[in-house]
Nanobody, 124 residues
Framework: QVQLVESGGGLVQVGDSLKLSCAASGGTFSYYFMGWFRQAPGQEREFVGGISRSGANTYYADSVKGRFIISRDNAKNTVYLQMNSLKPEDTAVYYC?????????????????WGQGTQVTVSS
């Protein structure tokens, strides 16, 4: 059983940067493919990006490609989401998720473990 806790959300201005963290506990972190998702009010949860177990491979949604960077530190049991050039449409609750399955994995149903989410609000 893996527990995930996100942090780093907040209120920022258009064009700002923000870095989210997701700390994992209760399992062998390096065994898990990690994903970041987001959900805006009234919308479905959508895939933002994912990172392989070793961190060698990353995958992004087209909407964030070139602006967001996912990384992980297996020694610290933590995955990160660096968000640059933020836009109002990036406003959402951001979730990290973990799966033992081999990536890339985009459907939320492929993930077994979820954090509680952290709010990101981009103000214009």
């Amino acid at each position: 059983q893996v527990q995930l806790v996100e942090s780093g959300g907040g209120l920022v201005q258009v064009g700002d940067s923000l870095k989210l963290s997701c700390a994992a506990s209760g399992g062998t972190f390096s065994y898990y493919f990690m994903g970041w998702f987001r959900q805006a009010p009234g919308q479905e949860r959508e895939f933002v990006g994912g990172i392989s177990r070793s961190g060698a491979n990353t995958y992004y949604a087209d909407s964030v490609k070139g602006r967001f960077i996912i990384s992980r530190d297996n020694a610290k049991n933590t995955v990160y989401l660096q968000m640059n050039s933020l836009k109002p449409e990036d406003t959402a609750v951001y979730y990290c998720a973990a799966t033992i399955r081999v990536g890339p994995l985009k459907p939320s149903s492929d993930y077994s473990y979820w954090g509680q989410g952290t709010q990101v609000t981009v103000s214009s």
